[in-house]
């Protein structure tokens, strides 16, 4: 089955340490998105991708990085400057065209 | 700057009775807009959408209406089950026809608690 699958489901970091969340997508999407879910705030871009290779900030990109060396391939680094990293991690993909997302499951960090 | 603002945080409605959740948009270059239903600990999943040249889009018990003029949509659920409580998030984006991925803005999202 095609999907996208985000690993891990839950995570615990030291504040200070760099975290990396994974996302893996099978659905030969060209466009992959991270987004953070915090309460009363909906969902918010931090990175998105187009392509390989390139990639945008989104509206809160300070703090995290991102890579593109694959299609299926869109990981967040979560690093030690981020001052509020406790939140609900999504990531999702599109297509050209394309009138929505198809998102993972989410990966709640949580840093103490 | 909220483009897309859900202004009611939750929304308590009986089974069998209609749930409407609204939407506010303020980006003129938005022309297509997306309901997604969250449940905890979950991604959101597609439930319906509408494109700016039509006013309403039917899919079963899901109805969405958009007012262009007045900048505002909004989601019917008739009738309401125990299992559509959930977070629902409107969102929207501007040309995402043709060539463009379409990135989407996402409202804060509301939760509807459906009771028995």
């Known amino acids: 089955d095609g999907g996208i699958t985000q690993s891990p489901k839950y995570l615990f970091r030291k504040e200070g340490q760099n975290v990396t969340l994974s996302c893996e997508q099978n659905l030969n999407h060209d466009a992959m998105y991270w987004y953070r879910q915090d309460p009363g705030q909906g969902l918010r871009l931090i990175y998105y991708?187009?392509?390989?290779?390139?990639?945008q900030k989104g509206d809160i990109a300070e703090g995290y990085s991102v890579s593109r060396e694959k299609k299926e391939s869109f990981p967040l680094t979560v690093t030690s400057a981020q001052k509020n990293p406790t939140a609900f991690y999504l990531c999702?993909?599109?297509?050209?065209?394309?009138?929505?997302?198809?998102f993972g499951s989410g990966t709640r960090l949580t840093v103490v | 700057d909220q483009q897309v603002k859900q202004n009611s945080p939750s929304l308590s409605v009986q089974e069998g009775r209609i749930s409407i959740l609204n939407c506010d948009y303020t980006n003129s270059m938005f022309d297509y807009f997306l309901w997604y239903k969250k449940y905890p600990a979950e991604g959101p999943t597609f439930l319906i959408s509408?494109?700016?040249?039509?006013d309403k889009n039917e899919d079963g018990r899901f109805t969405v209406f958009l007012n262009k003029s007045a900048k505002h949509l909004s989601l019917h659920i008739v009738p309401s089950q125990p299992g559509d409580s959930a977070v629902y998030f409107c969102?929207?984006?501007?040309?995402?026809?043709?060539?463009?991925?379409?990135?989407?803005?996402f409202g804060q999202g509301t939760i509807l608690t459906v009771h028995p």
């Open positions: 969102a929207a984006s501007a040309n995402a026809g043709g060539t463009s991925y379409g990135k989407l803005t």
């Open positions: 991708s187009q392509i390989v290779n390139d990639f």
């Open positions: 509408i494109s700016s040249i039509k």
């Open positions: 999702a993909s599109s297509t050209p065209g394309g009138h929505g997302y198809t």
